[in-house]
């Protein structure tokens, strides 16, 4: 079984500061895609990695796919209160065609 | 913008009887994907279609669950009989292309089993 393992699990911190959340498999994916679900609403997608060692930016989100294309990593600068939610990663398999989730990072920034 | 609209938002219902949930993928869209969301086991895949072919239902409960796409605007879950560890937030998503890539998501219907 092909597993996503995100850490850390719960994250509560206040507004302005650095954070980082972390998505890590033993399995290579095709490419890695990271989602946004608020309360209530379905996850959206992010941002899409594909190449070992790729860095995207989102505004103050910087997304990094690992050299082995086994992890990545989300980094949030100065957060704010409008980035809380639940934060998944999903690793894509070309040959097995589907994607696999992650049980995703809550993250709260307090105002 | 386009959206993956999912009815109803809220199912409350007994033990045992019948529930079925209904997608509208996005218009253009030929893959489609029904998930369960719960705090224990995240997003679990029940089952995948493209071109309203079934092409994944490992996940899916065989002798309780159903899923079917009986025209490309309508993709159905039904759930006969219902029992408590049913309830979850079911989610419905559609992409266009291959089962790897990116994925749309409705707001999810959540499903309480009394």
């Known amino acids: 079984t092909q597993l996503l393992e995100q850490s850390p699990q719960f994250l509560s911190i206040q507004e302005g500061e650095n954070l980082t959340v972390y998505c890590n498999s033993s399995?290579?994916?095709?490419?890695l895609q990271w989602y946004r679900q608020e309360p209530g609403e379905g996850p959206v997608l992010l941002v899409t990695?594909?190449?070992?060692?790729e860095v995207k930016k989102l505004k103050r989100l910087t997304f990094q796919f690992g050299d082995a294309r086994k992890d990545s990593s989300l980094h949030i600068t100065a957060a704010q209160p409008g980035d809380t939610g639940l934060y998944l990663c999903?690793?894509?398999?070309?040959?097995?065609?589907?994607?696999?989730f992650g049980k995703g990072t809550r993250l709260h920034i307090l105002p | 913008d386009a959206r993956v609209t999912q009815t109803p938002r809220h199912k409350v219902t007994e033990m045992g009887q019948e529930v079925t949930m209904r997608c509208q993928p996005i218009?253009?869209?030929?893959?489609v994907f029904w998930y369960r969301q719960t705090m224990m086991q995240g997003l679990e895949l029940l089952a995948y279609?493209?071109?309203?072919?079934?092409?994944?239902d490992s996940g899916m409960p065989k002798d309780r669950f159903s899923a079917e796409m009986p025209d490309a605007t309508l993709a159905t879950l039904k759930i006969q009989p219902s029992e408590p560890r049913d309830s979850a937030v079911y989610f419905c998503?559609?992409?266009?292309?291959?089962?790897?890539?990116?994925?749309?998501f409705g707001d999810g219907t959540r499903l309480s089993i009394l």
């Open positions: 998503a559609s992409g266009s292309g291959q089962g790897w890539q990116p994925q749309h």
């Open positions: 399995s290579v994916f095709s490419s």
């Open positions: 990695v594909v190449t070992g060692g």
């Open positions: 999903a690793g894509a398999h070309r040959r097995d065609d589907k994607i696999i």
């Open positions: 218009l253009g869209h030929n893959t």
């Open positions: 279609f493209r071109n309203r072919a079934p092409l994944d």
